[in-house]
């Protein structure tokens, strides 16, 4: 029965199957080797106890070994594991007995002496870390400096004891130094001692052996003596004078009651240096005897009592909240000096100055007046300096809590924000104020706190906080203001208003392009009226046209009443405000057109820009009859980039990249403006030709870095409260308010006055994605390249003019014809707007068929 049972048991072993036997004993290998190389946590806490209670171990042996060490010796000599059973424990002097008595005997006698004591350290951080992962200390520079402090001290305490104490250092640092004696000798071994441990120091804690005071006293001790060896050869009468006037300064000096709290000023010179210069600061309520500075050279113990005073006063007085004095920054607004009735335009006295008149078409038009703006009243508000008194010690209460003191600290009161300027103390990091924007704002309760640190050009930090009560900028303050009416700029465009106050006009024909960006709500269709109304106020019709895409429909509609004053369109087209975007790739490319035209003229006229070309014409240098003519500017304003991506993504792109690019010199700048900040929209082409860029508030960080290459628009508060960047610096502006009826009154007023017969027409182009122009198919009129875009085409199944562009290595327009004749001979379906043409030919055997028809025909 049990060889049955036997049998059947080999048989069932048989059917186990091998991969199974060994996933098996693949476990049990892995757990053992987790085990053993204390990958398993138990393992960990085990090799943790073991570890602990050895170091606990050697200390107790240790200690008791200082004691017993004499009683052991006969022991220690005779102690082997085979007779460890006859010897009775008792006889051991040590308290763990004699193993504890050996194992003492081993580490510190015939090792490393008192130094032995740092295996206990070295045991215990161990055990201590792999039982409850307490980081005591860094394991990698306690086991550095404890190997080289163990070798310095058993030699040293080999050095430093004779033979009878040689314990104390060790087998290690007797031998150790015997050799060294026997080597440099006995003043030699110490000196290696010594500098082992001056390059240990320097090393590890970077020991500095000048101390600048010490040179101070030297070179005062060494002028006494000269001043003592001078008054030796004076006469008795002169030293009684000299030793009664030192007297009386040594009692001013340490009359610390008369005296005020003293302040010790370093001002090394190239002659002395390391003089201490003493200067008396007033307390109130005392009237010091006397004011000036006092160089005191003949008593050095005065001197350094003086700064040991003024140390300690400092350290005791830290300045409170209360102490500091917050300057109020004020800049006196500009008044207005236009009456209502008033209205402002280019100083330039065309006819004049020059030859030629650009106006004389329109002699008769008649800029806006001022009075079409509406008077919001808005006077400048009174500045809270409660309000300001309890952010400043807010602000320097919070500093306070994290150790940072503020030596000033002045405030400058805008419109929207107030800046508060601090000059920290010496030695505080910029970082670790710029750290703390989330405490402050924290702390003062607002919305929108931003840090500059450091405000470029100045020695400051700034620390911008929302006014309570925010001021609104009105665009009718900023015309009639002087700064506006006489500048000079080319193309002056008003951005706002700055924090302390001061209106900032920029040039657009210096930026040359910009880009507006900011969520939905912000401000940003009114800072495109108030840039545009900033011209209409500015410039005649004749000095710069508009060319307005507004893929929204609605935001620039009110400006179609001035079409024929300042609007530029194609020829053909009805409205002059462009709000379809299929043609919005034509007017780009046209514009590209006008592009190469200027260039053309600009070479024919030997000037480089169009200032030099106008200037050139109006002084009668360029002729009409030889093509010439007067260049205005052209201001392109795209409302909602986004959408245009989306539509017709690289075929806008395109042409925007060209213009960024190259238009600048010849008079074409483009403003465009979007709400969705993304990489998508804003690609690196548009990035790197548009350096000026307008943030409003932003809804993350990531949408701040894509528009201003770094933070601070998710700060903003909104209405109107953006960030100017320029390449050089990142400036903080309130945009100024101008409504939708305002701006209609004003194009109401220009579109009223006598315009030229239409809109200023821009160059035709043939635009490839039309679906006009294809009534029919000339075999014999088709390009050269026809045949092999066809291929192209049908291979790829795509039917785009990007694609020929990049495969035939062609150019936009003959790309265009090229898709033109394509649709025409049925090879591709006509333009669907964002989506791909469709390729009606599916095959090459089909597309040949075709070709031979098209041959035959």
């Known amino acids: 029965m049990a060889k049955g049972n036997t049998l059947r048991n080999r048989q069932n072993d048989d059917f186990i199957p091998e991969s199974s036997k ?247 010179s190239d002659e002395e240096k390391g003089e201490i210069t003493l200067k008396t600061v007033d307390v109130p309520g005392e009237e010091p005897e006397q004011k000036e500075e006092e160089t005191t050279e003949e008593d050095p113990e005065a001197a350094e009592f003086a700064f040991t005073v003024d140390a300690s006063v400092s350290k005791k007085k830290d300045p409170e909240p209360g102490d500091l004095t917050l300057e109020i920054e004020e800049v006196a607004e500009e008044e207005a000096v236009l009456d209502a009735k008033d209205s402002v335009e280019d100083r330039t006295h065309y006819g004049v100055d020059t030859e030629f008149d650009p106006r004389l078409e329109l002699s008769t038009y008649q800029f806006p007046t001022l009075d079409l703006l509406k008077d919001y009243g808005v006077s400048k508000a009174e500045i809270d300096t409660e309000e300001l008194e309890k952010n400043k010690d807010l602000i320097v209460e919070t500093l306070k809590n994290y150790n940072i003191a503020i030596a000033q600290i002045k405030a400058a009161v805008g419109p929207t924000v107030t800046l508060y300027e601090i000059v920290p103390e010496a030695g505080v990091r910029i970082s670790k104020i710029k750290n703390l924007e989330d405490d402050i704002a924290l702390s003062l309760a607002a919305l929108g706190i931003r840090i500059i640190a450091p405000i470029p050009g100045k020695g400051t930090i700034g620390i911008e906080v929302p006014n309570t009560k925010p001021e609104m900028v009105p665009m009718r303050g900023v015309i009639a203001s002087s700064k506006f009416q006489n500048t000079e700029f080319a193309l002056p465009v008003i951005l706002g208003k700055t924090i302390s106050n001061e209106i900032y006009i920029a040039d657009l024909a210096k930026m040359p392009h910009l880009l507006m960006a900011g969520a939905t709500g912000q401000g940003k269709s009114v800072g495109i009226n108030a840039l545009l109304v900033s011209l209409l106020y500015k410039k005649h019709p004749a000095e710069v046209k508009f060319v307005l895409v507004d893929p929204k429909k609605v935001e620039l509609n009110i400006y179609k009443t001035i079409e024929r004053h300042f609007l530029a369109k194609l020829p053909g087209d009805e409205d002059a405000i462009i709000t379809d975007t299929k043609l919005v790739t034509s007017t780009l490319n046209s514009l590209c057109v006008e592009m190469d035209k200027r260039y053309d003229l600009l070479k024919d006229a030997g000037v480089r820009n169009i200032i030099e070309y106008n200037a050139k014409f109006l002084k009668r240098k360029l002729l009409p009859t030889e093509g010439h003519h007067f260049m205005p500017y052209i201001v392109v304003v795209i409302d909602e980039l986004a959408d245009l991506m989306m539509t017709a993504g690289k075929e806008v792109e395109y042409p925007i990249g060209r213009l960024a690019q190259l238009a600048r010199a010849i008079g074409i700048h483009l403003i465009l403006a979007t709400q969705r900040p993304s990489v998508n929209v804003i690609t690196g082409t548009i990035k790197a030709n548009f350096p000026g860029r307008i943030a409003f508030r932003v809804t993350s960080k990531i949408d701040s870095r894509t528009i201003l290459d770094g933070n601070g628009a998710d700060q903003l ?141």
């Not at 508060?717 to 050089?728: P, Q, R, T, V, W």
Request: glycine share 8%; charged share 25%; net charge negative.
């Open 22 to 268: 060994e996933e098996k004993d693949l476990i049990t290998k892995s757990k053992w080797s987790d085990f053993l190389l204390l990958r398993d946590e138990r393992a960990r806490k085990i090799a943790g106890l073991l570890l602990s209670f050895y170091a606990l171990f050697l200390l107790v042996s240790f200690i008791s070994y200082l004691f017993a060490w004499k009683a052991d010796q006969n022991i220690v000599a005779g102690f082997s594991w085979s007779n460890y059973v006859a010897i009775n424990p008792e006889i051991a002097k040590n308290w763990l007995g004699p193993l504890g008595a050996r194992s003492a005997h081993f580490y510190m006698h015939s090792a490393f002496g008192l130094s032995a004591f740092a295996l206990v350290m070295i045991f215990g951080v161990i055990g201590i870390r792999l039982l409850i992962n307490l980081q005591l200390l860094p394991l990698g520079k306690m086991l550095r400096y404890s190997f080289f402090v163990g070798i310095w001290f058993s030699l040293t305490l080999g050095f430093l004891f004779s033979s009878s104490m040689a314990f104390l250092g060790g087998t290690f640092g007797y031998q150790g130094v015997r050799y060294l004696n026997g080597l440099i000798g006995f003043a030699g071994s110490g000196m290696f001692l010594l500098l082992y441990l001056l390059i240990f120091l320097v090393v590890v804690f970077n020991v500095s052996f000048f101390n600048e005071k010490w040179m101070v006293l030297f070179n005062r001790s060494k002028k006494d003596i000269e001043a003592e060896s001078e008054d030796e050869n004076m006469g008795e009468l002169e030293e009684s004078e000299s030793e009664t006037t030192a007297e009386e300064e040594q009692e001013e000096e340490y009359d610390i009651e008369a005296v005020s709290v003293t302040e010790v000023e370093e001002e090394p």
């Open 717 to 857: 508060i909104g209405k109107g409260d953006m960030l100017y960047s320029n390449g050089n610096e990142m400036i903080r502006l309130q945009c100024p308010f101008v409504d939708t009826p305002e701006v209609e009154e004003i194009t109401t007023f220009i579109g009223n006055q006598r315009g030229y017969g239409s809109a200023f027409i821009l160059p035709e182009v043939q635009d490839a994605e039309s679906e006009s122009g294809h009534e029919g198919f000339d075999a014999s009129d088709r390009d050269a390249l026809f045949e092999e875009a066809a291929r192209i085409v049908v291979q790829t199944q795509q039917g785009s003019t990007s694609m020929l562009q990049r495969r035939l290595k062609l150019g936009y327009n003959r790309a265009g014809r090229l898709i033109d004749q394509l649709e025409s001979a049925g090879i591709v379906g006509p333009f669907e707007g964002s989506k791909a043409r469709d390729v009606r030919v599916r095959d090459e055997l089909e597309l040949e068929q075709l070709l031979n028809d098209i041959d035959n025909k």
